[in-house]
């Protein structure tokens, strides 16, 4: 039975789907820059969920947002559109930006064997229907107009504050002096932009007789709605989006649809460099392509990644990623032995590692399991495709002319003639094939 922490009810709870179809929704990346290894973390995980889901036998229907617009460097309601920012920054369209860096995230999620979302869902695609929901949420009475976009009335969401218990009174306390005073409340966001005179703002849309684009949580309810519909089994997202993007998400639904939104929430925490946050002023903001260049392959970072739970905020370190290589080249060479040699799998191994990420995909103790029991080669393909780590395609059995050298060379020590055995073994070596002496004769291993 699948168990799942919901952070809607801060209790670890058994899975039980709405309906045929498994409805899961994640909340997508902003199109702007070059991701850093953290922004990876949250669709690994998901990755993982939606895995477990299917191998528990679930059919899913899987959405993934890109935000290609109306995302604000404040997450507020402030600050430059994170698409026209990176617009100014290379000189491009932020149209241009957008497709740009929505291949480099699809490109990367391939690299880390990610399944595709049956939806991708571009944010722009859905601004008619954004209108549509600000409509339906002005006719319910949940919003209201100032100079400079639509607003919504939180105070006119009773449950407002109860998603991610959050101290309204203190948000008041904490606004900022300068706060807009045409804001009813400190806590309303915009569910619509308009677009002042003079500003600069290419991505732009014609509604209540003004320019403007929509606001950034809306995009998510909307797309929910035309893709899905509420209420969704699954929402999942970055610990970040929880008092405020999420809690807006579902203040909109409910005010345009009447609808909730989803029944489990789930958050995934973030991660460190160092013990630092990940920043470009620190300087530690590598990319996947920057592990490459250290040697690294994202497979590797997954392994990393996996290698602990989706809700602990994780310390990254080079030391640690080498660890995961190690391991994971570990798993490998057990592979590449059941390829020499019958190995028999311990007693309801593939059970026990299923029941480890059925408890709230506990990958970490799955793969605590699995480095600790004996596993046949249909046990590995299982765990691969339960975690996609590519441990079977990276480990092909080698070929006839390679078992033949080691052929030779168990002929050359025979008849002592260690030059040629010494010869054999470094050709293999080039063949990135290593040889291991043991008790019962040569293994060969991969070198990497
Ligand atoms: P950004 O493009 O910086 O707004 O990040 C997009 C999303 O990536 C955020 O909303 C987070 O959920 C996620 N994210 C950013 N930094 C990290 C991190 N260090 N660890 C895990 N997730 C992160
Ligand atoms: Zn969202």
Redesign the pocket.
């Known amino acids: 039975m699948l168990k799942l922490y919901n952070t809607a009810t801060r209790k670890t709870e058994d899975f039980k789907p709405l309906g045929d179809v498994v409805k899961v929704y994640t909340c997508g ?2 199109v702007y ?1 070059f991701p850093h290894i ?2 990876y ?2 669709y690994t995980y998901w990755d993982l969920l939606v895995r477990v889901l299917k191998i528990n036998g679930y059919k899913i229907k899987r959405v993934l947002n890109l935000t290609d617009v109306g995302h604000l460097v404040s997450d507020g309601d402030e600050g430059e559109d994170k698409l026209e920012k990176g617009a100014a920054r290379e000189g491009k369209s932020p149209f241009e930006i957008a497709d740009f860096y929505s291949k480099v995230y699809l490109d990367n999620y391939r690299k880390l064997e990610l399944l595709p979302a049956d939806v991708v869902a571009k944010a722009t695609d859905y601004v008619r229907e954004d209108m549509k929901a600000v409509d339906l949420m002005t006719k319910n009475g949940f919003t209201y107009e100032i100079h400079d976009g639509v607003y919504f009335d939180t105070s006119k969401f009773p449950a407002y504050a109860d998603f991610a218990k959050l101290d309204l009174d203190g948000i008041k306390a904490g606004a900022r002096v300068d706060f807009s005073n045409e804001k009813r409340n400190a806590s309303d966001f915009a569910v619509w932009k308009f677009i002042q005179p003079g500003e600069k703002h290419a991505m732009r849309w014609d509604y209540l007789g003004r320019p403007g684009y929509p606001g950034w949580h809306l995009e998510c309810s909307t797309i929910i709605h035309e893709t899905l519909g509420e209420p969704i089994d699954i929402h999942t ?2 610990i ?2 929880l008092p405020v993007h999420h809690t807006n998400e579902i203040a909109q639904t409910y005010a345009a649809y009447g609808n909730k939104l989803a029944k489990y929430w789930l958050h995934c925490d ?2 460190m460099i160092d013990g630092q946050k ?1 920043s470009k002023s620190l300087g530690n903001t590598y990319t996947l392509e920057d592990l490459e260049e250290k040697g690294f392959t994202p497979m590797d970072y997954k392994m990393w990644l996996l290698s602990g739970h989706y809700q602990r905020t994780r310390n990254f370190t080079f030391e640690s990623l080498e660890g995961a290589k190690n391991r994971r080249q570990n798993w490998r060479n057990r592979i590449a032995l059941c390829y020499q040699q019958e190995v028999k799998s311990d007693e309801n191994i593939f059970e026990k590692i299923l029941d480890a990420v059925n408890n709230n995909l506990n990958s970490a103790e799955a793969f605590a399991i699995i480095d600790n029991s004996k596993i046949s080669l249909e046990d590995w393909k299982k765990i691969d495709e339960l975690f996609g780590l590519r441990l079977i395609a990276d480990t092909p059995d080698i070929a006839e002319e390679q078992y033949a050298l080691i052929k030779e060379r168990v002929d050359a020590r025979a008849e002592k003639d260690f030059a040629k055995s010494d010869k054999i073994r470094d050709e293999l070596l080039s063949q990135g094939i290593a040889l291991r002496d043991t008790a019962s004769g040569a293994v060969w291993e991969y070198t990497n």
């Open positions: 990346p902003t820059n953290g922004n973390a949250a997202g970055g970040d989006h973030f991660i990940i």
